[in-house]
C-alpha cells in the first residue's frame, strides 16, 4: 500500500524549522509590517452593480436603464398628513420635498407639490385682468385645481399617481427620491435624518431597494465583526479549558493574525474589495487556523506527558513532523474547495473564493513561521500533564469511542450501503426545496425594516420598483400612445396564482408618460396639440421626472427613443411569485417589441438570488472533485477519496433535507453552504486517513488500523467542532436572516461531519479494503 502521507522529508523539515525556529518567528513577524501597511487600502464596494460579472446580460440592461434615464434608484419618503391635499398639506410638503431635492446624490424628486406644479401646466389659472398669476406678486397664490373634488381632469390626475406620491386615502404622502448612482449610500442618510424631522401621528419611513441593500450591508457587516471575534473567543476559550496550554492560544493567534493580513493584503493586489460575502473571511480563517492548531495541541499534550525533560525538543520536532503532512493536505483541501466558487456568476462570491483560497495558503506559511518557535515556550506544567489515552489504563472517554468505532466497524457494510441509500433519498428531497428570492424576506418580521414595508404596501400599495423599456418613434404618435396604453391595460390585467396558498397577486401599479399624456388630452387646449407637445410641456413642468420616463433627445449613438413605464410590485412576494411575474411582463414585453426590457432594481435583486443558489450546486461538484483529487493524490488511492467524498457530502445534503422537512427553503444563507461545508469538514477525513494509512504501513490489521486511527484524531476533531458549532451558533441572533440561516448550517454540518468521520468513514474504508481484498 502506497504511503505518500508519511513521506520521510517531512523529519528533516520538521528538524530545520526547529533549528531555525526564532529566525522564521522573526521574518513573520516582521512581514507583518508591510502587508499591514498595504492592506490599510482595502475598501468595501457596497453597490449592486459590484455583485454581477460585467458581462452579465440582467446587468447590462439595468445598465442601460441608468444610462439612458438616469437616476433609477428609488427610495419613498412616506409620512402621515391628514391634510395632505389642502392648500396648508401641500405647502408643507413642499418644504420637505425642498429639503430631499437639496440632498446630495439626489437626481430628482416626485412629490404631490410636484404634481401641483404640473397640473398648473394641464389646467392653468389665469387672473381675470392680466390672464397671470397671481394678479399682485404680494397677494397668496390661489388653491391648485388639482385639489378640487369636482374637475374630473384632477380626480384622474391624482389617481394616476396614488400610490406613488400619496395613498388612495389621500392622507398618506410619499416623497420619490430619485438616486444618483455611486452617491446612495450618503443621500440614504440624509434622507433619514429629513425623515426624523418631520413630525406625523406616525413616524415617517424610508423604503425602496436601495434601502434594504443598505440596511443588509450594516447587518452583516455586524455579523461579520461579531462573528470573527466570537468565534476567536470561543476557540481560545476552548483551547485554554481543555488543552490548559497557552502556547496554542498564542499560536492560533499568531498565524489568524498574519494569515488575515496577508489574505487582505492579497485581495488589494488582486483589485479586489470586500463585498457582502466576504465579512465572514475572519472567522473562516479563524477555523480553519484552529482545526490544525486543536492537532498540534493534542497531539503536543500526549507527547508532554510521556517526554523527559531531556527530550522535549525531539518531541516538538515528532509532533511538527507527525502532523506536517496532514495539516498541508488539510489547507490544500481547504483552497481547493473555496476555489470551486470562482466559477461562481456572482461577482462577490467569486472574489469569496479567489480569497478564502488565499487564506487557506496563507495559513500554512503562517504555521510555518510561528509552530516551532511558541510551541518550543516552557509550559510550566510539564510534570502534572499526562497523556489523552493510555493503551494500559484507557480512560472512560477512549472506552466510549473504541466501542463505538468498533461497533461501526462491525457492521461497516451495512453502514455503507445505509449512507449511499441516505444519500441519494437527501440529495432527491434536497432538490425539491423551494427558493426564497424576495429580498425582503432577508429580514426578521418583528425588524423595523419589514414593519416600515409592511405599512408602506397597505396605505401605497407594493413596494417593488422595477420598469418595462420601450423602444419608441423619434415623434411620439397618438397610435403610438394608444398602443402602450393598450400595453398597460394588459399589464394592469395580469394575474398571477400563488400554487401554495391559492392567493392572486397583480402588479399594484403601472404609470407611464402615456398616463400623464391621457389626462393631459382632457384639457380642451391640449387637446388639440400633438402628443409630442403635450409630452414637451410635461417635461417643461416635471422635467425630472418626464426624462426619467421618455428619452425626448435622441441617444448619441443614433438608436431609438425610448418609452419607460414604472411598474410596481408587493416587496413580500414569495420568490416563486415574482419570478413567474418577472417573466410574463417580460413575454408581454416582447410581444409588444423584440427590443423591449424588463429591467430594474427588483428584477436585479431577484436574480441575484436566484444566481447565488444556482451556483452554489455547481461550486458543490466542483468543489468535491477538486477535493477528491487532492485527496486521491495525498493518499495513492481513488478509493479512499471517493468514501471521503462521501462521507462529507452526507452531512450537506442530510442537513439541508432536515432543513426541508421543517419547513425552511434556500435562501441566501445556503448559497455557499456545499463548497465551504466540504472546505471546513474535510479537516476529519485528512487527519483520519492519514493515521489509517500509518497503523497499515506498519502492519496492522484493517479493522485495528480504523479503529486506532479514529481515537486518535477523536479528541482534537471533537473539541474543535465544539468550539466551531459554539461560534457559528453566536450568527442565529442575526437580525439578517441569511447569516443566522448559515451559520446555523455550518454549525449543523461540522457536527454531523465530526460524528460520520468517527463512525461511517472507518466502517467505510474497511469495507472498501475487504472487498479490494477478496477481489
Partial sequence: MKTSLIATPR????????????????????????????????????????????????????????????????????????????????????????????????????????????????????????????????????????????????????????????????????????????????????????????????????????????????MIQADGNRLALGTIGLLSLVMLLTLRDYRVVLLAAMAIIWATLCTRASIVAMGMEMSLVSTILIAIIAVIVVAAVMHIGVRSRDNLGETKPSNMNESIVHVSAFLAIPILWTCLTDAAGFASLLESEVRPVRQFGAMTAVAALAIVAALIWFTAALMSLPTGKRETSQPMSSDDQPTPSRKFLVHLVSTSLRHSNLLSLASIVVLVLCTAMVTQLKTETSFLKNFRETSDIVRA??????????????????????????????????????????????????????????????DADRVAAMSPLLSIVTP?????????????????????????????????????????????????????????????????LVTGYSVLMSQLVSSLLRDQWKALAIALALVGILIGIATGSWRYALVALLTNTLPIMLVLAVMGLAGGGLDLGSAMIGAVSIGLSIDGSIHFLAGYQRGRSAGMESMSAATDAATDVAAPIFLATLALVIGFGILLTSPFIPTATFGMLIAATLAASAWINLTLLPAAIVSVDRFTNTH
Avoid at 444618483?180 to 401621528?201: K, M
Avoid at 420601450?470 to 397618438?478: E, K, N
Avoid at 400595453?487 to 401554495?500: C, G, P
Fill in 11 to 218: 523529519h528533516t523539515l520538521a528538524r530545520l524549522l526547529w533549528v531555525w525556529r526564532w529566525w522564521f518567528f522573526c521574518l513573520g513577524c516582521f512581514s507583518a509590517i508591510p502587508l499591514a501597511i498595504y492592506q490599510s487600502d482595502l475598501g468595501m464596494d457596497r453597490s449592486l452593480a459590484a455583485m454581477f460579472s460585467p458581462a452579465d446580460p440582467t446587468l447590462n440592461q439595468y445598465q442601460h436603464l441608468q444610462q439612458n434615464f438616469g437616476g433609477n434608484l428609488v427610495v419613498m419618503l412616506v409620512y402621515e398628513d391628514a391634510d395632505l391635499m389642502t392648500p396648508e398639506g401641500v405647502a408643507r410638503n413642499q418644504a420637505w420635498t425642498a429639503s430631499a431635492e437639496s440632498i446630495d446624490g439626489v437626481r430628482g424628486v416626485l412629490s404631490v407639490a410636484k404634481l401641483v406644479e404640473a397640473f398648473a401646466y394641464i389646467r392653468p389659472q389665469f387672473s381675470l385682468l392680466t390672464g397671470a398669476i397671481p394678479a399682485d406678486p404680494g397677494a397668496p397664490s390661489p388653491p391648485s385645481k388639482m385639489l378640487a373634488k369636482d374637475d374630473p381632469a384632477a380626480n384622474s390626475f391624482r389617481d394616476l399617481f396614488a400610490g406613488y406620491t400619496h395613498g388612495q386615502d389621500e392622507k398618506t404622502a410619499a416623497i420619490v427620491a430619485m438616486l444618483q448612482p455611486g452617491q446612495t449610500e450618503t443621500a440614504i442618510e440624509e434622507l433619514q435624518r429629513l425623515a426624523d424631522q418631520i413630525p406625523s401621528e406616525r413616524a415617517p419611513v424610508l423604503i425602496g431597494e436601495p434601502v434594504l441593500l443598505d440596511d443588509a450591508f450594516d
Fill in 532 to 596: 409630442e407637445v403635450r409630452l414637451a410641456g410635461m417635461r417643461t413642468a416635471i422635467p425630472t421626472f418626464a426624462d426619467a420616463l421618455l428619452t425626448f433627445d435622441p441617444p448619441s449613438d443614433g438608436g431609438d427613443r425610448e418609452l419607460r413605464i414604472m411598474l410596481r410590485s408587493e416587496e413580500s412576494l414569495p420568490g416563486e411569485v415574482k419570478r413567474e411575474l418577472i417573466d410574463r411582463v417580460t413575454l408581454m414585453a416582447q410581444d409588444f417589441d423584440e427590443q423591449a
Fill in 453 to 514: 414595508y409592511e405599512r408602506v404596501e397597505d396605505q401605497l400599495g407594493g413596494a417593488g420598483v422595477w420598469d418595462v423599456v420601450l423602444p419608441a418613434p423619434a415623434t411620439i404618435t397618438p397610435e403610438y400612445i394608444s398602443r402602450v396604453q393598450a400595453f398597460e391595460t394588459q399589464l394592469r390585467e395580469l394575474e398571477v396564482i400563488d400554487s401554495s396558498s391559492g392567493r392572486t397577486h397583480r402588479l399594484t401599479k403601472v404609470l407611464s408618460l402615456a
